[in-house]
């Protein structure tokens, strides 16, 4: 679980926070869904079969609260995902909201992403995970209205813990849950 400081808006049409990128990992824009970008430190560490719970950050266009997870299904290279035909769709190029695979057709950093990870390209393009569509959802905007409010109490109980904010019970680098919070967590998600 990790709170996704760049992703502002799970409205398609208002997605980006003011910023010059858009919402695009994880990209649930299209199926299946992926995470490919952000927080590479993370992914290399996800395993097939994982759940990847994502958090919008406090100054996000709606409550703070998980807008999404998937469960891994498979880990690639961006090189890789950039062939697949089912994976067309997250191909960065000149659209809104952009995708998510960090490389062109030679394996290069994609100008689309308008030098926003350069500087860490060679770490980002070697993890590419791909999500299992029947076990892997973005939220709507109202369905995490009704769950913000029960945010913090349901992770102080699963971490047996008093943090007061989501940044104290999460931290900024993610928190790994076992298989029972795991199920606590999509039990909460999806009650």
């Known amino acids: 679980m990790y709170i996704a400081g760049s992703f502002h808006s799970v409205r ?15 990209h649930f824009w299209s199926s299946p869904p992926t995470w490919g970008i952000c927080r590479n430190d993370l992914r290399r560490r996800a395993d097939v079969g994982d ?6 950050p406090k100054a996000a266009k709606h409550s703070q ?3 999404g997870y998937l469960k891994v299904q498979e880990k690639i290279t ?3 995902a ?13 659209k809104i909201p952009n995708g998510n695979i960090i490389v062109d057709a030679s394996g290069r950093y994609n100008r689309f992403d308008v030098g926003a990870h350069q500087h860490m390209f060679d770490r980002i393009k070697d993890e590419y995970v791909i999500g ?11 369905e995490i209205e009704v769950l913000a409010p029960d945010f913090v109490p349901m992770l102080q109980r699963i971490f047996n813990s008093q943090g007061a904010t989501p940044i104290e ?3 900024r680098y993610g928190q790994t849950l076992s298989p029972a919070q795991v199920r606590a967590v999509l ?3 999806n009650s």
């Open 65 to 67: 609260s998980i807008f």
């Open 51 to 56: 759940y990847i719970f994502f958090v919008l």
């Open 169 to 171: 019970l999460i931290s």
């Open 82 to 94: 950039f062939v697949r035909s089912n994976l067309k769709s997250k191909r960065m190029s000149n």
């Open 187 to 189: 039990e909460w998600v």
């Open 78 to 80: 961006h090189t890789a």
């Open 12 to 26: 398609r049409s208002v997605c980006g926070g003011g910023k010059e990128w858009i919402d695009n990992d994880p």
């Open 132 to 142: 299992e569509v029947a076990n892997s959802r973005l939220l709507t905007a109202e």
